[in-house]
């Protein structure tokens, strides 16, 4: 048997995360949003509407599954019926006051490792966890030992005493984090605004409020590599990482640009799913940037974000040929406008996802030359 589940998630304002489990009717186990596949409806539409009827969660969700768990699914005979589930990311935007299976079941908001402990498959229980807290500080003696290790590696003779001496200033770090928060808030907003409805010129403001922030960011970031003597990677590095980052919010800002110019007001769901990816990749571009911090302790999860986001502009990529394809379908018959504005759309989307790819390749050019 082949199920689809929804994992419903909230992000906080410090990074912290919560995942939102439910309660099953039976067993009374917590278990997420789940169901059969729904006819017509692909997998991350059909968890939709599972969180909705079981939930009464509306969200934005990942067209790419984060993982899949096997469990037992009991029969009311008494047996029992493997089951294969696909997981797929679900951003929380609104809680209902009423919903189809309201009071049948318990709803609580756990924290990331709080929620892995309560539910009982063990894959499901890895896929939980693969939804980090802001990681911990390491503590000072191993701040000191990789500290030592760092100088270690410096070149040797004078000039290693006279780096050794010069203060380390500036906030590239908290720079990258606070641009990584701009990513997201502008890819919730490019999200819902890609569902239409009565407030899409809030959204359309909100993107370029959060791209003129970044546009701080960035301007004081390039401020302190001219600056500062001593930065903790090459200043070549930090440039390209913290440019990458504001290419993806300017196209975000491109984007909601060319819908406010063409006045488009409905959206096929090849866009709604890009915007989706989008939302994942700011999520997992927020998550990657405290753990440069210690690149030593932290490069094996670096790789593995870095994995999901090519994975992810891969199928972006998908979406974008077969959005492309049905758009043009579609004008042939009717107005040919319609293509060329809905490919400029398209365009703007797929340069976001790529700039995320390109953020993936910077991190992974750090982890390689100082992990």
Not at 203 to 219: P, T
Request: hydrophobic share 45%.
């Amino acid at each position: 048997m082949r199920q689809i589940a929804a994992l419903p998630y909230t992000t906080a304002a410090d990074g912290s995360m919560q995942i939102l489990l439910i309660t099953s009717r039976d067993t009374r186990r917590w278990v997420i949003p789940k169901g059969n596949r729904i006819k017509g409806l692909s997998g991350h539409r059909a968890a939709e509407l599972e969180a909705f009827e079981e939930a009464g969660i509306h969200g934005i969700a990942c067209p790419a599954p984060v993982g899949r768990y096997r469990y037992d699914k009991r029969r009311r005979s008494g047996g029992a019926r493997a089951a294969t589930v696909e997981v797929f990311p679900l951003a929380v935007t609104r809680h209902l006051t009423q919903w189809p299976e309201q009071g049948q079941r318990e709803l609580r908001w756990f924290s990331v490792a709080d929620a892995a402990k309560a539910v009982d498959e063990p894959d499901l229980q890895s896929i939980i966890a693969g939804f980090r807290e802001p990681p911990a500080d390491p503590g000072w003696l191993i701040r000191s030992l990789l500290a030592i290790r760092e100088w270690q590696r410096e070149r040797t003779g004078m000039l290693r005493w006279f780096h050794a001496l010069m203060p380390k200033q500036g906030r590239f770090f908290e720079q990258f984090e606070d641009h990584a928060a701009t990513l997201v808030a502008g890819a919730d907003a490019l999200a819902q605004l890609l569902k239409g409805g009565p407030d899409m010129a809030a959204h359309i403001q909100r993107i370029s409020d959060e791209e003129h922030r970044a546009d701080d960011i960035i301007r004081d970031v390039l401020l302190d590599v001219r600056r500062i003597f001593v930065t903790p990677f090459d200043r070549s590095a930090i440039t390209g990482l913290i440019g990458v980052m504001d290419d993806a919010i300017d196209q975000m800002n491109q984007t909601a640009k060319a819908i406010a110019l063409f006045e488009v007001t409905e959206f096929p769901a090849q866009m709604q799913d890009m915007s989706a990816l989008i939302v994942e990749c700011a999520r997992i571009t927020v998550e990657a940037m405290p753990l440069l911090r210690s690149l030593n302790l932290n490069a094996t999860r670096l790789h593995e974000l870095t994995e999901r986001l090519v994975k992810l502009e891969g199928h972006a990529d998908l979406l974008h040929e077969a959005g492309l394809k049905a758009l043009y379908a579609k004008a042939r018959a009717g107005n040919p406008m319609d293509f060329i504005v809905g490919n400029e759309i398209y365009s703007h989307l797929e340069k976001v996802t790529d700039r995320f790819e390109d953020v993936a390749n910077e991190i992974s050019g750090l982890v390689i030359d100082h992990a």
